[in-house]
């Protein structure tokens, strides 16, 4: 289930349906706020697209007032 193929949508990832899970869970964290959140650790979303992915969910989770480290 992961976008992380060789049919990929590569200049918009977002839009791919099996990117769509990492605004959701982004979303996720923004209702719940939990204490922590755990990603995991995915080598290709750093890759991927010039690391668009990566960068979505670490500009999310500092937007949302996480300390984060990849």
């Given amino acids: 289930i992961s976008g992380f193929n060789r049919f990929r ?3 918009n990832p977002l839009e791919d ?3 769509k899970q990492l605004v959701v869970f ?3 964290v ?3 706020k939990p ?3 755990l990603m995991e650790n995915v ?3 750093v ?6 992915l ?7 989770l500092i937007g949302m007032n996480y300390q984060t480290r990849m």
């Fill in 17 to 19: 349906p099996k990117n």
């Fill in 43 to 45: 080598v290709n979303i």
């Fill in 26 to 28: 982004m979303d996720v």
């Fill in 54 to 60: 990566g960068r979505y969910a670490l500009g999310r």
């Fill in 9 to 11: 949508n590569k200049e």
């Fill in 47 to 52: 890759k991927f697209a010039g690391g668009y």
């Fill in 30 to 32: 923004n209702y719940l």
């Fill in 35 to 37: 204490r922590f959140v």
